[in-house]
């Protein structure tokens, strides 16, 4: 592996530091990185790594660009929107460096191919926004024996961690159990401040690419928390646990599972009506009884006539406006929410409740 004359030029910012140098830039050149996700964390580490000079990058998204993933997700331009993320992506980063090569997986990443790419590459970024895929991508990279640079974020807050690598800790490690479902909303339901993905994702970045020199400590068996309104950063040390199910003494996890299930079965049953099921109903004047667990905010912008609104997190103190013994349709924004209400009616002794799939989101695009 050689630098040629332009290659020299381009990275002398690099290759004057002396734990970087020549050699390093080489490692950094003949590195192979995967980037799961091309939103708000995807966006930063692509860029920079990309910058850097990493040789091969692969990005894995199967999502197109839309208008609201603009103000965060500065790889994708304007002009963009309707495209898919990959191909986004690849415009912008043959822009920042055409000396590298950059391989678009337009998919979804699945246990299906998960080991197939992650096989083709050294090192894997989680640029994900959900618990499927990052259980996914953390058994994946046991399996494989890959490093797994990890990075989450939440309104104002992120987190960033190396899992993965040689006697570090997991993800399983950390967190053996994913969260009761709709329990943490999505980013697309409580929202981002758009800068935070790009701190977040820069970290990240230069994780790998301390990992690809082999300088410095790495964030392994280290969760690193940002708060961007304190604006402070602090650590929560963690170890390997010896009985983690993916990469404890006695590993029960040998192959990749079904995600989904493994993230939704805690959950307890529940009936769903969907958008149009509701509306025929609704034709039918057989109006159930609809419950809006949305903020005060989100009610202003439209509802379903004749719903009870009780905001979520009023919903303890006001059970009594919510009747027991008749059904009762629960919806929110995307109908995530509207899941952990009818999870907590159930543990009070409601039986007869249905979740709206979708929210007001898929009942209004009818
Ligand atoms: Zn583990």
Do not use: W
């Not at 990493?54 to 199967?62: A, E, R």
């Not at 002009?79 to 191909?87: A, F, L, M, V």
């Not at 402070?232 to 390997?240: D, G, H, L, P």
């Amino acid at each position: 592996m050689v630098l040629t004359k332009d290659e020299l030029e381009r990275y002398r910012r690099h290759t004057i530091l002396p734990m970087i140098g020549i050699n390093g830039q080489k490692k950094i050149k003949n590195a192979k990185v995967l980037i799961v996700g091309m939103g708000g964390l995807g966006s930063p580490l692509a860029m920079y790594l990309a910058a850097s000079g990493v040789g091969t990058l692969g990005l894995v998204d199967f999502d197109n660009v839309e208008a609201s993933n603009l103000q965060r997700q500065i790889i994708h331009k304007t002009s963009n929107i309707g495209k898919p993320k990959t191909e986004s992506a690849l415009e912008s980063l043959v822009e920042i460096n055409p000396y590298i090569k950059v391989n678009c997986f337009n998919e979804a990443l699945s246990s299906a191919n998960a080991i197939d790419i992650f096989n083709q590459y050294d090192i894997i970024c989680d640029g994900t926004d959900n618990f499927q895929t990052r259980y996914l991508i953390n058994d994946a990279c046991i399996l494989t024996g890959k490093i797994n640079v990890f990075g989450s974020i939440n309104q104002f807050e992120g987190q960033i961690s190396v899992f993965g690598a040689d006697k570090g800790p997991c993800y399983r490690c950390l967190f053996p159990e994913p969260p009761i479902p709709g329990s943490v909303p999505s980013c697309a339901e409580a929202g981002v401040l758009g800068i935070l993905p790009g701190v977040i994702g820069t970290i990240e970045a230069t994780e790998v690419i301390k990992l690809i020199c082999g300088i410095g400590t790495p964030l392994i068996g280290r969760l690193l928390n940002y708060d961007a309104l304190s604006m402070q950063f602090n650590e929560v040390k963690f170890t390997k646990d010896k009985d983690c199910p993916c990469c404890g003494m006695n590993p029960t996890i040998t192959q990749l599972i079904d995600y989904e299930d493994f993230c939704n079965n805690t959950i307890s049953s529940f009936k769903e009506i969907t958008a149009n099921q509701l509306k025929e109903q609704i034709k039918k004047k057989q109006m159930p009884i609809l419950l809006d667990v949305r903020e005060d905010d989100e009610v202003a912008l439209g509802t379903i006539t004749g719903s009870i609104h009780i905001p979520m997190g009023e919903i303890p103190n006001r059970l009594n406006e919510i009747p027991k013994n008749e059904t009762v349709v629960v919806f929110c924004h995307l109908g995530i929410r509207s899941k952990n209400v009818i999870q907590y009616l159930q543990e009070q002794g409601y039986q007869n409740l249905v979740n709206l799939k979708g929210g007001i989101d898929a009942y209004q695009s009818f």
